[in-house]
């Protein structure tokens, strides 16, 4: 019988990374705590031994925190390791007061953080070792619009804001990309926007999403494998995602990349690759959410970094993963087809949840979610996500 004498905490409770990072550490014989304000049944989990539910984090930051400092110095616990953005941007600026209590695991060093946090410095870098990017125009707020610049604009457009998450007073801003097909809508899309948040308008590259996706150390990859996107919204998280082969020529550039900023941990690429052209979109300082399919093809990044905490010595060669290998994520699946438009009455919902909760491994395709490994946690969300559905009057 396996003994749990070590603890440590996750911050964020973001399914598919969280778990990715709890099935890792549970494995390795150490309970696992989990601290965010999602309403998720994840005391129910097999993988989980307690959840810190917390008040709503985006409306008092300084209250998440005050929480969040409570539940470390409480928890004896071996390390904090944060699983989204939101958790990287609160340990990032509060850093001193954080790390001064706990070691911090599975994120980027203060050095390293700028350029997974601010797209525009990671923009300039690509730049630098001559890696393609969409062609872009920086504002340095959403109503700096009058130069010429922007009034020549070739339509369809995306507006990314520099920063995705920011902490600004006591305020948790959350910034989402946009597109826009034509001047009026951009200008629609802009006035939504904070006032202090810069922002960079681009051209839309139409290509292949794909991810390459590693772990470092010192600007050494230690362990690498490429993904596509193949189902699911534009920009948003795959319901199926699938390995590659590799690509030599991208990999060196992005590794050159890692090496000249010193990159330690994991990271993710977010590319667009238009022919044989690899557009960088953005950098991922902290493990995807698709980390599961490397899991599956025998890539084991949340693995190998906890191992690396616990002192056993990771092997550097990297293991081929067998491309085409797809995985499936059925709650996304459902959540997609829900927003599609359309008539959807009770009958419809019933099978549409019915063909997604009973779905089963087939030949090179996986399910990501598989019940028989968390069963009551499962039920019980997908219990949850019927009766949201229910309510919103489908």
């Not at 930051?61 to 470390?72: M, P, Q």
């Not at 795959?238 to 990349?257: E, F, H, N, Q």
């Not at 905490?309 to 550097?316: D, K, V, Y």
Request: aromatic share 12%; hydrophobic share 40%; glycine share 6%.
């Amino acid at each position: 019988m396996k003994t749990f004498s070590k603890k440590i905490l996750l911050l964020g409770a973001n399914k598919r990374a969280m778990f990715c990072w709890a099935k890792a550490f549970h494995a390795r014989g150490f309970l696992v705590d989990v601290f965010d304000s999602e309403d998720i049944p994840l005391q129910s989990s097999r993988y989980i031994h307690k959840y810190f539910k917390t008040k709503e984090r985006r409306k008092n930051i300084d209250s998440f925190l005050k929480e969040l400092v409570i539940a470390i110095d409480s928890g004896n616990y071996e390390c904090l390791v944060p699983v989204n953005d939101i958790a990287l941007e609160v340990i990032n600026t509060f850093r001193d007061e954080i790390e001064g209590r706990i070691k911090l695991l599975g994120m980027p060093s203060l050095e390293n953080y700028p350029f997974s946090h601010n797209k525009y410095l990671l923009y300039q870098q690509c730049l630098k070792n001559n890696i393609p990017v969409p062609e872009s125009v920086f504002l340095e707020r959403p109503d700096q619009i009058e130069s010429k610049e922007f009034s020549e604009l070739k339509y369809p457009v995306v507006i990314k804001p520099v920063f995705s998450r920011q902490i600004i007073g006591h305020q948790l801003i959350e910034n989402k990309v946009s597109q826009a097909a034509n001047e009026k809508e951009f200008m629609e899309k802009l006035e939504s926007y904070h006032s202090q948040i810069p922002l960079m308008i681009q051209e839309k590259i139409e290509g292949m999403e794909m991810g390459y996706n590693f772990l470092a150390e010192n600007g050494k990859v230690l362990a690498w494998y490429f993904d596509r996107h193949v189902s699911g919204a534009f920009g948003s998280e795959s319901c199926i995602r699938a390995t590659m082969d590799d690509i030599p020529l991208v990999r060196g550039k992005l590794d050159a990349l890692i090496q000249d900023i010193q990159w330690s941990g994991p990271g993710m690429f977010d590319i667009i690759l238009k022919g044989n052209r690899p557009y960088v979109l953005e950098l991922n300082g902290r493990l995807w959410a698709s980390a599961e399919l490397g899991i599956k093809g025998g890539v084991n990044i949340p693995g190998f970094v906890t191992d690396q905490f616990i002192s056993i010595e990771i092997q550097t060669h990297q293991k081929t993963i067998k491309p085409g290998l797809q995985m499936i994520n059925r709650e996304l699946c459902l959540r997609y087809s829900l927003e599609k438009p359309g008539k959807k009455d009770l009958l419809w919902l019933t099978k549409s949840f019915l063909k997604y909760f009973l779905a089963f491994n087939k030949k090179e395709q996986i399910i990501e979610d598989a019940l028989g490994n968390d069963p009551l946690f499962w039920v019980k969300e997908y219990l949850r996500l019927l009766k949201k559905a229910l309510k919103k009057g489908y």
